[in-house]
């Protein structure tokens, strides 16, 4: 279905995020994971440039679960039997939300660790 203006379109986004939340159990954990940082964000005073990397890795993640929840449904649309494309579909969009995920911690950890180390601001 087209949207027919742009409070449609935004009807649409948001009953994505809304299926995806109520659906996908990983999408449910990074967006708390998501909140979380942005508390963390709210509490200590970080550069923009961290703050920034901070926040851009979280939504990278969020960002390929519903790409990884798209990919997935759409396949059980073709089909509900085994077949090894379906099947390399699927790794590799699950593949694409555990990279995010790594390069999420990795930020995390270069960002937010040596604050907490005793060797940032």
Known sequence: MRAKNLMES???AS???AYSFKTQRNFRIHCLATIALL???LLI???LWEFLFLLSAAFAVLITELFNTSIEKTIDLYTSKFHPLAKIAKNC???AVL???VYAFIVGLVVILPRF???GR
């Open 117 to 119: 180390m005793g060797m």
């Open 99 to 101: 990279m995010a995920a």
């Open 93 to 95: 969009a699950a593949a």
């Open 45 to 47: 005073e970080f550069a």
């Open 39 to 41: 508390l963390l964000l």
């Open 10 to 12: 935004f009807k649409f």
């Open 15 to 17: 009953q994505g995020l």
